[in-house]
């Protein structure tokens, strides 16, 4: 099987864990990749579920690994591959001085990145007639394993800790957002002054479109590299049903702010997370895909996994060949105009770990 159906199918399915304990320990709860486990699987590190419902079903099975860390993943007995794990890193070992631990403030993905939420509340969260259906961002902050509001200053010690004891090569920063027009554009400009002044550190930056594209500058300036601005969902009823709130910033809003964002940041450093099973068809993710690349904005398409605890913990994950339907040609497109995960700066593009998008470019070179 190739490496990228593979992938298709662990993260449609999620795996069975042999041994519980192997590897990172595995994200719930939170904005992002949850209720997942990061392993690498030809060169390729991606997400996995392990915590979610299909993951409790799942055919396949990631069995002990042996005395040189090395597991296989099988299905029905039959080997298909070899998966190793991400090493624990050091950075998670320290605390501020305030005694906040180190891992409370931003936390590995995938093998290389450092990913944090600056602010784990959203105006979006506190209601379930507009929350994003898929969200999970208050359930860490409840279960006490990150806090409210990162400093610009925990930000920077925790960066420059990273990149010292674990080599991180780029960062991801998000936020919930908050009250105001900047829609959070605010925090992470300054967010990313402090980490630039701590450490040369690619970093990416995610919200929602600011009300003023003067926030693409400012960002940049600040230090900025990448900008993420994330449709989730492309077809109106669908964005409607599942995610109310933020369906309220219309789609033409998003279009005029990547317009204006792409001449700042550069082609292919403007990217947005689709994910797709929620109810948008292939031919819709293709559709708006292509607007989005002859903008020269990179379409990230991701599979939806379904989150304990949310609203949509239990929906169906997309099936495999689903997933093939759109990153196969997706891959091609991109390629034709020239983007490649790999020349982002920073970001979820250029880890890749959550979409077999980047292994789909990789068997085009």
């Not at 486990?37 to 590190?45: S, V, Y």
């Not at 409210?148 to 990273?162: G, I, N, W």
């Not at 590299?225 to 219309?250: C, F, N, T, W, Y």
Request: charged share 20%; glycine share 8%.
């Amino acid at each position: 099987m190739p490496t990228q159906e593979l992938i298709n199918e662990l993260q449609s399915f999620g795996v069975r864990l042999a041994d519980t304990k192997t590897g990172v320990e595995s994200r719930r709860g939170g904005a992002g990749p949850s209720d997942h486990k990061a392993m690498t699987l030809d060169g390729m590190t991606v997400m996995v579920p392990v915590h979610s419902a299909p993951a409790f079903e799942s055919p396949y099975l990631v069995e002990k690994p042996d005395a040189f860390g090395k597991s296989k993943v099988s299905r029905d007995g039959v080997s298909l591959g070899e998966i190793s794990f991400p090493l624990r890193p050091k950075f998670y070992d320290l605390t501020t001085a305030d005694g906040t631990p180190y891992s409370k403030i931003a936390v590995l993905h995938g093998r290389d990145v450092l990913a944090t939420t600056v602010l784990q509340t959203c105006i979006r969260y506190q209601s379930r007639t507009k929350t994003c259906q898929f969200c999970a961002i208050g359930q860490s902050l409840a279960a006490g394993r990150t806090i409210e509001r990162k400093t610009p200053d925990q930000l920077a010690e925790v960066a420059k800790a990273a990149v010292e004891l674990d080599g991180v090569k780029h960062m991801v920063m998000t936020t919930g957002t908050p009250p105001g027009k900047d829609r959070g554009a605010a925090i992470l400009t300054e967010s990313a002054e402090a980490i630039k002044r701590a450490v040369d550190l690619p970093i990416q930056a995610q919200c929602e479109p600011p009300d003023d594209d003067v926030w693409f500058e400012r960002m940049k300036n600040a230090g900025v590299d990448a900008l993420g601005m994330h449709l989730e969902a492309v077809s109106g009823d669908v964005r409607a049903r599942i995610m109310p709130g933020k369906a309220q910033v219309p789609m033409s809003r998003y279009f005029s702010a990547f317009e204006a964002a792409v001449p700042v940041f550069g082609r292919g450093q403007v990217s947005t997370y689709i994910l797709a099973g929620l109810g948008d068809t292939a031919e819709q993710i293709l559709d708006v895909s292509r607007k989005l690349i002859a903008i020269g904005v990179y379409p990230f398409v991701v599979p939806f996994v379904p989150i304990s605890g949310t609203p949509l913990e239990s929906h169906p994950t997309p099936t495999p060949a689903f997933m093939n339907s759109i990153l196969a040609p997706l891959a091609r497109m991109v390629r034709d105009a020239g983007m490649r995960a790999t020349d982002i700066k920073a970001g979820c593009g250029k880890c890749g770990a959550c979409s077999a998008l980047s292994t789909y470019e990789r068997a085009l070179a």
